[in-house]
């Protein structure tokens, strides 16, 4: 199995979107030198981990082929893995694009739709890398439609708990297992601040807890700011997710991030370089 600790302290997972409409930074890493440069500056801030998506999930987004993903993400894949020594977290919700990576090197899949996709759960199985769960109600075209939910904590709860079973039965150890609740995936805004506030329910599960907060419309609806200005905003709320369990945070301003990381392994571990 891949080596990849995410327990020991917390790791960055800097966001790399190579489309042309992701809601935060489309367009601007959509060919091969521009995304190789931006990869790099995150993995010198300090990114443990890039991830690579080729289509945007962003609430209304188009669906995207599977050739056209292909094309958008397995030659940066093939690009950083020949140049850095860096782990890759491929954002994908197909088969066939998880396939392709993990032939290109991947070290994790990061699956949106919790492998719920035709084929997923069998191609994640005959792999060795760890998969991230995340929870979502509906679909990126749908989930903002007036989410609901019985008992927030609970349902994402009940979600979680059959998706383990069923990787479980799927031959795909739990021991690989990341679990992202989904901020902004089916959530008002009020729900979002609900699941930050106890994010540290999901510790029980003694998995690794993805969360990934970054510029979301959670941080610009509630301070009235552009997607542009939400790096405090950003840096503060994936503190707070720190200090309720996060081991991953997934970030686009991974500089700024890396210093609220230092600031609490200093607190909380006692880490500190003289």
């Known amino acids: 199995m891949s080596v990849l600790d995410v327990t020991s302290s917390p790791v960055i997972m800097g966001v790399l979107n190579v489309t042309p409409d992701s809601f ?73 694009v998880m396939s392709e990576g993990l032939t290109a090197g991947i070290d994790v899949i990061n699956d949106v739709c919790a492998l719920s996709q035709p084929g997923t759960m069998e191609v994640v199985a ?24 019985r008992d927030l904590i609970s349902d994402i709860k009940i979600f979680f708990d059959e998706k383990i079973t069923e990787c479980g039965d799927a031959g795909i150890e739990k021991s690989r297992l990341w679990l992202d609740p989904g901020f902004g995936f089916g959530k008002t805004l009020a729900d ?31 301070l009235n700011v552009e997607t542009n200005d939400r790096m405090l905003g950003s840096v503060i709320a994936a503190t ?33 370089d003289e």
């Open 24 to 96: 935060s930074d489309g367009g601007r890493f959509n060919s091969i030198d521009t995304a190789v440069k931006q990869a790099e500056q995150m993995l010198m801030a300090g990114a443990g981990i890039i991830d690579i998506g080729g289509e945007s999930t962003r609430p209304g987004a188009p669906k995207v082929d599977v050739q056209t993903e292909l094309a958008r993400v397995i030659p940066v894949i093939k690009k950083l893995k020949s140049e850095f020594n860096c782990k890759i977290s491929l954002d994908t919700s197909k088969a066939e």
């Open 126 to 149: 005959q792999s060795d890398v760890p998969i991230c769960l995340m929870h979502m109600q509906g679909t990126p075209q749908t989930m903002q439609n007036k989410p609901t939910y």
């Open 192 to 222: 979002n601040y609900q699941l930050l506030n106890d994010l540290d329910q999901f510790v029980t599960y003694k998995l690794p807890i993805l969360a990934g907060l970054s510029r979301k419309s959670m941080i610009g609806n509630l």
């Open 240 to 272: 707070l997710a720190l200090t309720k369990g996060a081991n991953v945070l997934r970030v686009h301003d991974v500089a700024e991030t890396q210093q609220a990381v230092t600031i609490y392994n200093a607190m909380s571990k006692g880490i500190i």
